[in-house]
């Protein structure tokens, strides 16, 4: 009897690191892919971004840096980074910037008049369901910055609240 025990205690033991490990190696697979993902410039004639603004130009994308920033109109960080667009729109105006969102529509297209956004041709102002989101670059908080280059790769990543000067600096 004791042997018995012996044994499933073993057996239950090896499974939970055995289960514990697999998790393991699967969450470390989907954060090398999320990375992998996130290095060049996602295919936006495959994300369906309602933008009140304006439609969404591919003319934007070729031969341009990309500026993508995730963002929530309500988050402090993410209006700053707005109205400093807007201040700096000359120096900005070889890239396309992409400012995408989970709000709703009305609230974005508010968003956008009210930091000047839908008067500058190189900005798309745009929404997307979570899942979409989540689909293209993987679980993220707000504001979250991707920069590409004209290559279509990954030049600089920024979590948070990201200056001007560091913005520029990339172009």
Not at 33 to 57: G, H, W, Y
Not at 156 to 163: A, C, I, L, R, V
Request: glycine share 8%; with cysteine; proline share 6%.
């Amino acid at each position: 009897m004791k042997t018995g025990l012996k044994y499933s205690l073993l057996i239950g033991v090896v499974g939970l690191i055995g289960y514990f490990l697999s998790r393991t190696v699967s969450a470390v697979s989907s954060t090398h892919e999320i990375k992998t993902r996130r290095q060049t410039l996602p295919d936006f004639s495959q994300l369906p971004i309602q933008a009140p603004s304006r439609p969404v130009s591919q003319a934007m994308l070729q031969g341009r840096t990309n500026i993508i920033i995730l963002f929530n109109p309500d988050c402090e960080h993410c209006q700053y980074e707005a109205a400093e667009i807007s201040k700096n729109r000359d120096a900005l105006k070889r890239a396309a910037i992409w400012m995408l969102t989970t709000e709703k529509p009305a609230r974005v297209g508010q968003f956008t008049r009210q930091f000047g956004l839908d008067t500058l041709a190189n900005v798309c102002v745009g929404t997307l369901t979570p899942e979409e989101l989540t689909q293209a670059f993987g679980p993220t908080v707000v504001p979250h910055l991707f920069i590409y280059g004209p290559d279509g790769n990954l030049r600089k990543e920024y979590k948070g609240e990201t200056k001007m000067e560091a913005i520029l600096q990339q172009l």
